[in-house]
Nanobody
Framework: HVQLVESGGGSVQAGESLRLSCSAS????????WGWFRQAPGKEREWVSS???????DYADSVAGRFTASRDNAKNTLFLQMNSLKPDDTAMYYC??????????????????WGQGTQVTVS
């Protein structure tokens, strides 16, 4: 089991930046892949980014070049730096962990642990 707590969301203007954090606690060493997902009202939850234990990252086409995932292993914290934000980026953002290898464009169903989410609103 791992507990995930997101923070850093907020309301910004288009073109601005936000940095999301995901603090992890528990049996962290077991988890192989860490992901960021988002869900807008009335839409399905969609994958945004993944980072594995080797800090290899992957991004959805819609955010590639604007978002950067990273991790601070000493602090057991994941980050999602979001630049050049657009109104289409408005959503609840979640971090998640899975025991499986990172996959590109994965289904949310392969992730076992989820945070409660942090709201990002871009106008």
């Amino acid at each position: 089991h791992v507990q995930l707590v997101e923070s850093g969301g907020g309301s910004v203007q288009a073109g601005e930046s936000l940095r999301l954090s995901c603090s992890a606690s528990g049996l962290i060493y077991k988890w192989v892949c860490w992901g960021w997902f988002r869900q807008a009202p009335g839409k399905e939850r969609e994958w945004v980014s993944s980072i594995n234990t080797s800090e290899e990252t992957d991004y959805a086409d819609s955010v590639a070049g604007r978002f950067t995932a990273s991790r601070d292993n000493a602090k057991n914290t994941l980050f999602l730096q979001m630049n050049s934000l657009k109104p289409d980026d408005t959503a609840m953002y979640y971090c998640a962990a899975t025991l499986r290898k990172c996959l590109s464009a994965p289904s949310p169903g392969i992730y076992n642990q989820w945070g409660q989410g942090t709201q990002v609103t871009v106008s």
